[in-house]
């Protein structure tokens, strides 16, 4: 999910004001001896309450700087913390309903007031010390159903499918008292499956008993009979109609996926409307936490314009907190905000540190953006579990009748992957595509108790159902006590099974619950019967290190040894190498079939097949696809699947553009398999998004009737030493030191360390390997590869640590790949931007500026431009638009950093000193003459802080070709009142394309070239 961006008005307002709320691991507490005194908010005379009683309304949540974390919001001092943020905020609140705020909200686990409120009073608030004031940002909490055209149920093909696949997988069971497990993904993450007796079941050990697990909207499905136990208790606690049984769109999904009970029987031929089962193959459907409570963390109907599910932060706040103070003790969360800082006001990352702090385990969904530096926030904050997904194909194989057989555990196409700004990568991985769930009544277009179900909003309640396992399995085996939040994470990330994808894709592996039990229940301080299978539990669950190119970083990981016997470990470094091409591109003409021809239930076909070789060794195979369209039409979406030489299904590439309106498709799709077979593959094109929903007929074929090109390739890991042998004593830990080397280039290069035993055990440390751009400027460049169209695209990020004493810090960037309906972005953020703690001594928040373009720009050129950089770590993106023009498979951009490369602009007329008197009604020329120093053609204007500079390039930008002097003019003219002093800023700001709309800010982009201040006093 997304926070919906706001429109800043001016880089110095909006997007300042936005700024100062970003944190990276949350918010910094004052000292305990201030907590129960609090900001000063003092009573407001009569004349306080009028000056700020009128004009603008704004929703705003007040933040304290003071986040109590001297009083954990945990069952022994939650009534303490309550009554010290009460008792904080209580002078606040007087205020606020003096100047007659409505819809106030007091928080306790994130300390903090949210209120509608005159805009005046908001501002006011923001200068008190102690407090922050950032907006109350929307939260989209729930997608909006799929706006993509669908044929009639009459023009849908069929193709009878048999109950077993050709290499014998069951595609279904035809015995009524046997039928298969949903989601298949139960067998893949060794919970529970259809093999009778099957020795590697979790639920045999552990169902997440006696723990309480929170997600959104879990009431709507309390009353549905997959949500009550066979003895007729409750899974869903405290609703308030314990009878409901209503569709909630992906929340059923994410429910069923902790805690269906599996005692309903279905039949495939019945919820999988446009395929052929067979009418006797039946199934049920049953969660990885079967014996856990499920609550609800908030309930929410609002939708946008779009029609997606959406609420304030503040209120997503409230119903966290409520449910901790249920005794909550996981939190399932999936929805996010987007990669960039800045981005969203985000609370939710210091109210999940809060919650951590509780002793609450919080699990986050990487996000549905697609493979490369996509994950979205609070998922990156390290105290939380951040997961990506993976396939399981069973389910498209029999809506879709692939009666070869498939392939799982593959990355699925939409997780979300990549380094993330702040460094960190995904934990772990956990099925995302494809599964069916119990739904409740009331499900459009058509009526039926299930739902096809996917994403890492999938992926996510399964780890949460799987960390209420871990739970149970240590309270059973440590005398009642529970795991901390951290040991959950490493014990859930140190037993994934590792399936061959990259470190920033797949994190520590596949989510393993049978492993994660056995660990648990062997972890230090057990006791009584306990298992005595070999695994190791490292921490830290990842390394993070950055540093100068071709430097190396000293560090260490330590392993606990859970068996009774000794084990010697031996680590080795593993990095995915670049891909070579298996032969040329090939490019296929589109067509759509007649109006009249039947259409498959995946989708008609929308090109000839294509066929390439996979040789052998491969330890990924890339597919990439891209299609000119010039509309770029969310009626135009293709999507491919490939097929092993077996014949099996094996990947499905995705396009989300036609739920994110029109004109939103990329033109370009990237899927990945893990460990090819060698052989002949085949790629299908078809007129399909690639979605996999199993329940809702094929999409229309669309208009297009260009050309569409694949290019099949492959790369391989390498691999080196990363520690000789040790032995590890049993039930005891041993550090093991690292020396990370990191590459020469600037920017992000992920490896893991894998750990291996000789019985073969394993575990895989993912290591966020960054280099910095030189201290002294240099160049660096960002490959641009893919997009599903959901949200902004991939994002690429350097960083590089600007010394004292620059004038300016100058960044120029080159993307030769330039094309209209292929825009790129860049942001630049300053030491202030990235750590609240550090007060930046300019006024430079961010910079963007957007290549589309232009008949005055048409190089692909753009910069970005910091005047007095603040000393410290400055942060550079280059982010992909949501649309690419389908002429390429990736775009290389370029950058340069360097200094002082700014002509400073020299002014003309303004006063300086409020010794100086201006008549009230008088005239006063102002000159600024500037030179453009970027590399591009730029557009300058004078922003004024007041209104008392108007007229010439104020209102006219002046257009000036790169390195071409101009002069900017304007008028000032006193309007405050006689005896009034006056001090002002005009600052030149340079806007390179009047036109664009960052798609993050919502503002067109800018760079503030210089300031200048001005005072004067107002004579008679």
Avoid at 154 to 178: E, F, M, R, W, Y
């Amino acid at each position: 999910m997304f926070l919906t961006p706001r429109k800043a008005a001016s880089l110095l307002g909006a997007a300042a004001l936005s700024l100062t709320a970003m944190t990276g691991v949350g918010w910094a507490a004052a000292p305990t001896a201030q907590a129960s005194v609090g900001p000063n908010f003092s009573k407001l005379s009569s004349s306080q309450v009028t000056a700020l009683s009128s004009g603008k309304q704004e929703h705003v949540v007040v933040v304290f700087n003071d986040q109590l974390t001297n009083l954990p919001a945990n069952q022994a001092n939650r009534s303490a913390r309550q009554a010290t943020a009460a008792s904080m905020q209580a002078p606040l609140v007087a205020q606020l309903t003096q100047v007659k705020a409505t819809q106030i909200t007091q928080l306790s686990l994130l300390n903090a007031v949210a209120a509608t409120m005159p805009a005046a009073e908001a501002q006011a608030l923001s200068q008190t010390p102690g407090v922050k004031v950032v907006p109350d940002g929307t939260i989209i909490i729930g997608d909006a159903t799929s706006t993509t055209p669908t044929v009639a149920a009459s023009q849908v093909g069929k193709s009878t499918i048999p109950a077993t696949a050709a290499d014998g997988q069951q595609l279904c069971n035809t015995s009524p008292s046997k039928p298969l497990v949903e989601p298949e993904a139960l067998t893949s993450i060794h919970d529970a499956s259809s093999i009778p007796n099957d020795p590697f079941e979790a639920s045999t050990y552990a169902t997440g008993q006696g723990v309480i697990v929170g997600n959104v909207d879990a009431d709507t499905l309390a009353g549905n009979p997959n949500m009550i136990r066979p003895n007729g208790q409750a899974v869903i606690i405290d609703a308030p109609d314990p009878t409901e049984n209503v569709f909630s769109d992906e929340f059923n999904g994410d429910v069923s996926t902790i805690g269906a009970q599996g005692t309903v029987t279905y039949t495939y031929a019945s919820q999988l409307p446009y395929s052929n089962v067979p009418a006797n193959c039946s199934f049920r459907i049953v969660g990885d936490a079967t014996g856990a409570s499920i609550i609800t963390t908030g309930f929410f109907t609002d939708t946008n314009s779009q029609g997606q599910i959406v609420a304030p932060e503040s209120q997503v706040i409230a119903g966290l907190q409520q449910a901790v103070s249920q005794g909550v003790n996981v939190v399932s969360e999936s929805y996010g905000y987007g990669a960039l800082p800045g981005a969203s006001d985000d609370l939710l990352a210091p109210t999940n540190d809060a919650m951590v702090a509780a002793g609450v385990v919080v699990v986050e969904s990487a996000g549905d953006s697609g493979s490369s530096g996509t994950v979205e926030a609070p998922a990156d904050d390290p105290n939380v579990i951040d997961v990506g997904g993976t396939n399981d194909l069973r389910l498209l194989a029999q809506a879709d009748g692939y009666t070869q057989g498939w392939e799982d555990n593959n990355m699925t196409t939409l997780s979300s992957g990549g380094t993330a700004p702040f460094g960190d990568v995904v934990d772990l991985v956990a099925p995302g595509y494809l599964a069916l769930a119990v739904a409740g009544a009331g499900q459009t277009p058509l009526p039926l108790p299930t739902e096809a179900f996917g994403g890492t909003s999938e992926s996510a309640p399964f780890v949460s159902g799987a960390a209420a396992d871990v739970i149970q399995a240590y309270r059973d085996s440590h005398g009642g006590a529970s795991p901390t939040p951290a040991q959950v994470k490493q014990i859930l990330t140190s037993t994934a099974t590792d399936i061959g994808a990259p470190a920033d894709q797949q994190g520590a592996g596949l989510l393993n619950i049978y492993a994660a039990v056995e660990a648990a229940r062997q972890m230090p301080g057990a006791s009584g019967s306990i298992l005595n299978a070999p695994e190791l539990v490292d921490t830290p669950t990842q390394l993070d290190v950055q540093g100068a190119g071709g430097s190396t970083v000293n560090t260490s990981v330590s392993l606990y040894n859970a068996s009774f016997l000794p084990e010697i470990v031996s680590g080795t470094y593993r990095v995915l190498g670049s891909a070579t091409n298996f032969g040329a591109p090939v490019t296929e003409n589109v067509s759509a079939p007649p109006a009249s021809a039947p259409i498959p239930a995946q989708g008609a076909t929308a090109a000839a097949p294509i066929h390439f070789t996979v040789p052998r060794g491969v330890s990924v195979l890339d597919a990439d696809m891209r299609w000119p369209d010039p509309t770029n039409s969310d009626d135009n979406i293709l999507s491919f699947i490939l097929t092993d030489p077996a014949g099996k299904l094996a990947q499905s590439s995705y396009d989300y553009g036609a739920a994110n309106g029109p004109n939103a498709s990329p033109d370009i799709q990237h899927s990945t398999v893990e460990n090819p077979m060698a052989g002949t593959w085949t790629a299908q094109i078809l007129w399909a998004n690639g979605r996999g929903h199993a329940q809702s007929a094929p999409d229309t074929p669309g208009p297009y009737t260009g050309t569409v090109t694949f290019q099949a390739s492959g790369q391989n890991f390498t691999t080196s030493p990363a520690s000789a042998p040790v032995i590890i004593a049993p039930r005891s830990s041993v550090s093991v030191p690292l020396r990370i080397a990191l590459p020469q280039a600037a920017g992000d290069a992920p490896e893991s360390v894998q750990f291996t035993t000789p019985l073969g055990v394993e575990t895989s440390v993912p290591i966020a390997r960054r280099t910095l751009i030189p201290s002294a400027g240099g160049s660096f460049s960002a490959t641009l590869t893919s997009s599903v169209s959901r949200g902004p695209g991939q994002i690429k990020t350097f960083f590089i640590n600007v010394p004292a004493g620059e004038n300016d810090l100058d960044v120029s960037l080159f993307a030769p790949d330039h094309a209209a309906d292929d825009p790129v972005y860049y942001y630049l953020f300053s030491p202030a931007d990235l750590q609240p703690g550090i007060t930046e001594s300019g006024n430079i928040d961010v910079s963007a500026i957007d290549i589309t373009p232009t008949s005055t720009n048409p190089a692909g050129t753009a910069s970005l431009i910091a005047p007095d950089p603040q000393p410290g770590l400055w942060e550079i993106d280059v982010m992909q638009g949501a649309t690419t023009d389908g002429t390429v498979f990736s775009q290389t951009v370029t950058g340069t950093v360097a200094y002082n490369q700014l002509v400073t602009p020299t002014e003309n007329g303004l006063p300086t000193s409020t010794s100086t008197t201006l008549a009230s009604g008088s005239s006063t020329p102002i000159s600024v003459t500037v030179t453009n120093s970027t590399n591009h053609i730029g557009f300058f204007s004078l922003v004024p802080s007041g209104n008392d500079i108007t007229g010439g390039n104020v209102s006219t930008p002046l257009e000036l070709a790169a390195g071409a002097t101009g002069t900017l003019t304007a008028t000032l003219s006193p309007t405050a009142a006689a005896g009034t002093a006056v001090n002002g800023t005009l600052s030149v700001f340079d806007q390179s394309d009047l036109t664009a709309a960052d798609p993050v800010f919502g503002s067109t982009p800018f760079s503030d070239f210089h300031d200048f201040a001005y005072a004067y006093t107002v004579g008679s």
